[in-house]
């Protein structure tokens, strides 16, 4: 089957410092998304993107967020000022036209 | 916005238990209705889907019901096993580019 692969599987950062994490969604996928989930939290939305521009966000998807789908195939998050309580487990998600997510395995972010 | 509670976990059975694991939800409108898993260290994966009153999804022995009148979504499963361990997260969807929202995760751990 497909998946979505995500990559580095874990990121560590001094906070204040720029991160990428990136995303490669199944190829013929339509909607993509991030999601985060902090050690023992729920999961949590942070943007969902369609036609190339944000179609939702939330409000933890502050001006320090930022998203990209620079080539056609990456989808990119980038937390510009990495604060500690950016320090969650991030996921990044497609789908088709249809219902069902696909997620990927997720990027570790420690913030130190 | 969709929202969902979860019974709280951990939720520890022994081997060949009978699991339920209740959902109910709020919607504009009638979502479809998931449940997703996460094995340790993984990403979420669906593990079931319902699309409208009624109708019954099942995986890997896992059953769960579309509940239009009582607005749940409980998941079951006759004879849980060791490798049944894992989050289990139920999330509406109302369709179009709408975020899936997920609820707050049920741990299970089954017990030889």
């Known amino acids: 089957e497909p998946e979505v692969t995500q990559t580095p599987s874990h990121q560590v950062t001094q906070m204040g410092q720029e991160v990428i994490l990136r995303c490669v969604p199944i190829?013929?996928?339509?909607?993509f998304y991030w999601y985060r989930q902090i050690l023992g939290q729920k999961v949590e939305f942070l943007v969902s993107?369609?036609?190339?521009?944000?179609?939702?966000k939330s409000e933890i998807f502050d001006d320090q967020f930022s998203v990209e789908r620079p080539d056609g195939s990456n989808f990119t998050l980038k937390i510009r000022s990495t604060k500690l309580e950016d320090s969650a487990m991030y996921f990044c998600?497609?789908?088709?036209?249809?219902?069902?997510?696909?997620f990927g395995s997720g990027t570790q972010l420690s913030v130190l | 916005g969709d929202s969902v509670t979860q019974m709280e976990g951990p939720v520890t059975l022994s081997e060949e238990a009978f699991l339920t694991i209740n959902c109910t939800y709020t919607?504009?409108?009638?979502?479809?209705l998931f449940w997703y898993v996460q094995y340790p260290g993984e990403g979420l994966q669906l593990l079931l889907k319902?699309?409208?009153?009624?109708d019954k999804g099942s995986n890997k022995g896992f059953e769960a019901t579309y509940r239009k009148e009582t607005t749940s979504f409980h998941l079951e499963k006759g004879s849980v096993q060791v490798s049944d361990s894992a989050v289990y997260f139920c999330?509406?969807?109302?369709?179009?580019?709408?975020?899936?929202?997920f609820g707050t995760g049920t741990k299970l751990q089954v017990i030889p």
């Open positions: 998600a497609s789908r088709p036209g249809d219902e069902k997510l696909f």
């Open positions: 190829s013929n996928h339509l909607y």
């Open positions: 993107f369609y036609n190339n521009e944000i179609s939702e």
């Open positions: 919607a504009t409108g009638y979502p479809s």
């Open positions: 319902a699309t409208k009153a009624d």
């Open positions: 999330a509406p969807y109302s369709g179009g580019y709408q975020k899936v929202t």
